[in-house]
């Protein structure tokens, strides 16, 4: 089908020569066909160029861009939205896929709901794992208008389920500071601005790879460090709500990190191990005689009575 406006789709990628024919395919084959595709080579060192001119040369609306030294997703995102020349953009990871008809879909509900920003929902594929995102209850606060106050409760836009006017991700970008969550702050600081709508539709299949950085934790912890002391436009309870699950993420990552940690050392150093595994717990034994003492409890109780006297003064 026929259409004025532009859409233009970046792809970013680094060494993902054999993934990316699948993904750029599954752009030029959409229903909706005026469009181009801007892929950005984060100084990839694999064949990617030759990939990519491949397919160029049998159609003109892709176009490739490269540079030397690697920078980052959010470098090469930044990077292609000075190239592009669409109304709207959107975005195609090297190793995912759209359905056939998703930019179709996703215009004509932005333009019915005259909206700036339409997203959708995704299938994502972890080894033997399958989730649809948004899930149930995420799509029930969407649809009672509570889209801010969920995303507050964890990320359930993908920058490839977005579809966006490009006057306004040319004004906010991407900060290239944030080595994990990128997409995450984006919608931070866009959502209170930004008119959106929701096409209640998978239309995008998501392949999480072995090395993809979603898996990793350093980055992860990172990343929320920089988040946790970013402004965002928020009311005081949202940011509440995005600071507790910022928290929770962070202590559920950083245990997960050190007890594998200290699962390492204890096979490599089991006997030093477990002498201090000995030791902390004759210290908590000795620790609990002194709590479940008459004279402990007696004193406890003591210090609560005075508290509460000092209040109701």
């Given at each position: 089908m026929k259409y004025n406006d532009k859409i233009s789709v970046i792809i970013p990628t680094y060494n993902r020569a054999k993934e990316l024919v699948k993904s750029i395919n599954s752009v030029l084959k959409q229903t909706y066909d005026n469009i181009e595709i801007i892929v950005v080579d984060d100084g990839s060192t694999d064949n990617t160029k030759d990939v990519v001119n491949k397919i160029s040369k049998c159609d003109s609306r892709v176009k490739y861009y490269s540079y030397k030294n690697n920078k980052g997703a959010c470098?090469?995102?930044?990077?292609?939205?000075?190239?592009?020349?669409?109304?709207?953009?959107?975005?195609?990871?090297?190793d995912d896929?759209?359905?056939?008809?998703?930019?179709?879909?996703?215009y004509n509900n932005l333009i019915k709901k005259k909206t700036d920003m339409d997203f959708c929902m995704l299938k994502r594929y972890n080894n033997n794992e399958i989730a649809i995102i948004p899930n149930k209850k995420q799509i029930n606060s969407i649809n009672n208008n509570m889209i801010v106050e969920e995303l507050c409760n964890g990320n359930y836009i993908s920058l490839s389920t977005m579809l966006i006017k490009a006057s306004i991700i040319k004004k906010y970008k991407f900060d290239e500071s944030i080595p994990r969550f990128q997409?995450?702050?984006?919608?931070?600081?866009?959502?209170?601005?930004?008119?959106?709508s929701f096409t209640n539709k998978i239309l995008l299949n998501v392949y999480i790879s072995k090395d993809s950085i979603t898996k990793s934790n350093d980055k992860l912890l990172d990343a929320i460090c920089i988040i946790m002391n970013k402004e965002y436009?928020?009311?005081?309870?949202?940011?509440?709500?995005?600071k507790r699950y910022l928290f929770n993420t962070y202590k559920q990552i950083s245990d997960n990190k050190y007890f594998s940690i200290i699962n390492e050392l204890n096979n490599k150093y089991k006997n030093d191990i477990n002498c201090l595994i000995q030791e902390k717990n004759d210290y908590k034994n000795e620790l609990n005689n002194i709590y479940n003492s008459k004279g402990y409890r007696i004193l406890n109780?003591?210090?609560?009575?005075?508290?509460i006297f000092r209040k109701k003064q």
């Open positions: 470098y090469a995102r930044n990077y292609a939205l000075k190239k592009i020349t669409g109304k709207y953009v959107t975005f195609q990871d090297s896929e759209y359905i056939y008809d998703k930019l179709e879909t996703q997409d995450y702050d984006f919608f931070l600081r866009i959502v209170s601005e930004v008119n959106m436009k928020l009311t005081s309870k949202q940011i509440n709500l995005l109780k003591f210090y609560k009575f005075k508290s």
